[in-house]
């Protein structure tokens, strides 16, 4: 399944540990792990560069250098990502390492000595050979692909065609996430699975990332191993970036919301890394769109094996929005394209974009929102600014068209808190203000 190129990128970023004695630790965290505790959720810093946000709310493309007279061609934020910075390790091995968060997945991987085709990281890559508490996992455990042979290897499996992968050995290394507070102990989790990636592909490292950690919802990930402590709950409240300001991705207790007075829907498909929902329909404005949306949202298996269609919450994913199955991207854009006629709204060609309209800020007014229908009417509700983007007087949509799967990106979750519980097998959401949650 191949993910648009052209999509804008709001990656997460967690700082992991990995420390050459015998304890990898997350310096930022807060409280202990039979509590809970958060990391710092931190916009790049060449952010400013590509987009900017105005007083209206909406996320505007900066202008680009040049582009041809009847084209638009943005300068999009494909290389901006939230960050995770936090302090790795103790004493003289202290040292710190950034890893792309990653909710598709659940094995967490990052580059190690020695390397083939090594990309730029800071710190230097992790060296398992220095580290004490590093382990390699036997030939014959079951993540091993393939089985058997000297040594466990790995090949990182990734929910899209076209995206990051990594190959190498696996091992088990010890992370303990750092307490703050008078009289705090950090907390220890040791014998987390890491692959030790010695070769990778079409990583996008900006000269500073070292791998992915992995949050999908299966056995060996960050939050499946915490789950074993009772810390089975992770949230976050996504904001636009503006100015210095860093947000949280929260553990446990330290999740700042009493999900009772949340909606909310099941995870699906408790064997499955990604975060599936039942997505049942889609209204724009009043009106409940036609053409059977829920059983185009259904994922079911093919004759040939394969899955197809289903719809996925990933914060991790491009920046660009939200991912729509065809079929009812096409009953969407339908529904846009005629309020913009009857609006009397240009419709306009833009490179990179489906449905683009030359549009003015009080068009933007008058625009109704979309509201994601999930099972038993439980709603997430999509304000204009959730859905475009602007430059100068052009709105143009960030839902883009997939032929397989529909994914709930970062964009559409702008505004909302999520809380992921899987012990309870549900995901709860609200609005919120999200900067609100936010530090310097």
Known sequence: MELSNHALLLHLVLAALLHPTVVVAFDDATSGRSKGFSLRLVPSPGWNSTIHVDDDGFVHLNKPVEHAPNVLRPHMPHKERYNIITTVGTGHGRRTYTLAMEMTQSLTWMQCVPIQNPFQQVPPPFDPTA???????????????????????????????????????????????????????????????????????????HGVLAGILALGKTYPSLIWLLGRGGLHRFSYCLFFPQGNRHGFLRFGSDIPVDTRHMKSTRLLYPEASAYYVNLAGISFGRTRLGGNLAEVFRRRKLADGSWHSGCVLDAGMFWGGTFMIRPAYDILERALAEHGRRLGVPRVPRHNFGLCFRATRAILLHWPTVTLHFESEQDLVLTPNKLFVLQDQDMCLTVTPNPQITVIGPATQVGTRFVYDLAAGRVYFAPENCNADTGV
């Open 131 to 205: 580290s004490p508490s590093f382990h390699p996992l036997a030939p014959t455990n079951h993540l091993c692909s393939p089985p058997g042979g000297s040594v466990c290897r790995f090949r990182s499996n990734p929910m899209f065609l076209g995206v990051t992968s990594g190959s190498g050995v696996l091992g088990h290394e010890t992370m303990s996430f750092a307490a703050s507070g008078h009289g705090a102990a950090p907390a220890v989790e040791p014998a987390v699975v890491i692959g030790c990636a010695h070769t990778s592909e079409r990583f996008r490292s």
